[in-house]
């Protein structure tokens, strides 16, 4: 093969390959992800792709989200004490008769008068029935009633045979109205509740506290069959969630970190921990390395998160084009404008969100025009290569 034939073969597949190049343009380039013009199109890469809904990043977005946010103090929003203690089966209580003279029902006269006239009958529990039993009164309805009323039965009971009876009636064993507080607490354990009334925090504290630091933890209040779980941090620095306990309650504490990722063109890519009870999007991109200066799009910053279809609605979603009961949603902050880094500190990111960057155009551009350069280069060397053979032979000549 002459060397003309060698060079005219190289400069074919050469305009065969930078033609490939110009049809497929940027697509044929590795990169970390999306696209920003890509994921702002919100148009499905492929029919199969997972439908989503893309939400520009406003303060009218910040204040839906913030209130969307999960608190123990919505879902129970009962902000008074729990009622007063009522005896449940099994509960041990005590009774005590008191009659005005000697001579009556539970007084014989030979006992004269002695201070109280009084008498105190065996501890008993109350029976699977919910009943006590009081000696001439019979049966007396003791669960869901208060001491209280439990005495007034009795001294209604016994009115028309005991002189001027009254009735003590007190809790010495509570078998019921209990609270369990189990998990990553020093001291699970299952205690009465007070008659007082107390607080979540109380109760974790009667349990010795729990065993971590805080901001990895989490509460889950049972009450009734429903359910609610904030960070430890919202029972501390948001008091309102603080809310009291009630009888049967079950509080479960227990540890996970809250963790996000970030992709694309950040300072660093991977999972993060948050090691705080909360942070705010711009923690989250500092936590990433920032935006990388040479890459970063900034107009292209996201957040994926899936939200309630509630929430979306708020946000001004088309909630009917998703069947599905949690929909994709993408949040995107424009950085290139100051007044977003506002927005960045007021808005916080949630466990397992997903933070991506994409790259800038010019960056895309960048890459396509190093290939070029690359294959030009390859197309070059075999031809100068031959050329300098040629004169090499002619100068030996």
Request: charged fraction near 20%.
């Amino acid at each position: 093969m002459g060397t003309k034939d060698f060079i005219s073969q190289f400069l074919g597949g050469s305009r065969v390959l930078f033609a490939v190049l110009a049809l497929a343009g940027c697509s044929t380039l590795p990169t970390t992800g999306p696209y920003g013009v890509d994921v702002k199109s919100e148009q499905p890469a492929t029919p199969e792709s997972l439908p989503y809904s893309l939400v520009t990043v406003t303060p009218d977005v910040v204040s839906v989200l913030a209130d969307s946010t999960g608190r123990i103090s919505t879902a129970f929003a009962e902000r008074s004490p729990p009622r007063e203690i009522r005896f449940g089966v099994g509960d041990v209580v005590s009774v005590t008769i008191f009659e005005a003279a000697a001579g009556g029902l539970f007084i014989p006269i030979e006992a004269g008068v002695r201070p109280g006239n009084f008498i105190a009958l065996p501890n008993q529990s109350v029976d699977s029935k919910g009943n006590i039993s009081v000696p001439y009164a019979g049966a007396i309805q003791a669960k869901g009633r208060t001491p209280a009323e439990v005495q007034q039965s009795i001294v209604d009971a016994l009115k028309n045979r005991a002189i001027e009876p009254q009735a003590v009636v007190a809790l010495i064993d509570q078998r019921t109205s209990l609270i369990s507080v189990l998990g990553e607490v020093n001291n699970p354990a299952r205690f009465p509740a007070n008659a007082a009334g107390e607080h979540l925090l109380d109760a974790i504290t009667r349990a010795g506290g729990p065993k971590g630091q805080g901001f990895d933890t989490w509460v889950m209040l049972e009450r009734k069959g429903k359910r609610a779980t904030v960070p430890f941090g919202a029972l501390v620095y948001e008091p309102a969630n603080n809310v009291y306990v009630h009888p049967d309650d079950t509080i479960y504490v227990y540890r996970e970190p809250q963790t996000f990722v970030a992709f694309g063109a950040t300072g660093q890519q991977g999972q993060f921990n948050f090691e705080a009870w909360r942070i705010s999007v711009a923690e989250a991109v500092a936590k990433a390395g920032g935006l990388n200066d040479t890459l970063a799009d900034p107009t292209a910053v996201f957040v994926y998160r899936g939200e309630t279809r509630e929430v979306a609605k708020r946000l001004g979603i088309d909630i009917s084009r998703f069947d599905t009961p949690i929909i994709p949603v993408i949040y995107n902050f424009n950085m290139r404008d100051p007044a977003t880094y506002f927005l960045t500190q007021k808005m916080m990111i949630r466990n397992k969100d997903v933070l991506y960057t994409s790259n800038a155009p010019a960056v895309e551009v960048a890459k396509l025009l190093n290939y070029i350069r690359l294959i030009t280069a390859t197309v070059n060397d075999p031809i100068v290569a031959a050329y300098n053979g040629v004169a090499l032979r002619n100068l030996v000549r």
